[in-house]
């Protein structure tokens, strides 16, 4: 008897372990100034950081792996072409940033981003969809992605 609750025990803890490393997906309202066209951040705001839709810019960076953070009107504009963004802090283990990485593709861009802090190194980023991470779940975040992909206000 006693073996048999360790073993429901022990399946209980190992299987929500990868499920607590995020937060359930959120949705966002789109942000009133969605279909705003700018050239610079110059007074530009947005509902949170970083954003899920807002102003923008009129062409679309590429997918694939940033070396640098990518802008927040670059970013929205890749979000509403129908791209997902995983953002990831600096200070995030090179195991954890290797494993997210190999999610890069065209419609999807991982880029370093400042703004992120150490609860949750890692936020994925869709057309008004957000996922926060403590670290990287690659089975939820590929998830996310192929939900989202292809789901931005250019694809409706």
Avoid at 97 to 115: D, F, H, M, Y
Wanted: net charge negative.
């Amino acid at each position: 008897m006693l073996l048999a609750i360790t073993s429901i025990l022990a399946g209980s803890f190992l299987a929500c372990g990868a499920e607590d490393a995020c937060q359930l997906p959120q949705q966002e309202a789109p942000y009133p100034a969605s279909g705003v066209h700018l050239l610079d951040e110059t007074g530009a705001t947005w509902a949170g950081d970083p954003p899920t839709s807002g102003p923008h810019r009129a062409l679309r960076p590429s997918g694939g792996i940033h070396r640098e953070p990518i802008p927040r009107l670059d970013q929205v504009a890749f979000l509403e072409a129908g791209g997902v963004i995983l953002h990831y802090d600096s200070g995030l283990a090179s195991s954890q940033l290797v494993k997210l990485q190999t999610l890069a593709g065209p419609e999807v861009a991982v880029a370093p981003n400042p703004s992120l802090g150490p609860e949750y190194p890692v936020v994925a980023t869709a057309w008004t969809w957000r996922l926060r991470c403590q670290l990287v779940d690659s089975e939820t975040l590929d998830r996310f992605v192929v939900r989202r992909v292809g789901t931005g206000s250019l694809n409706h």
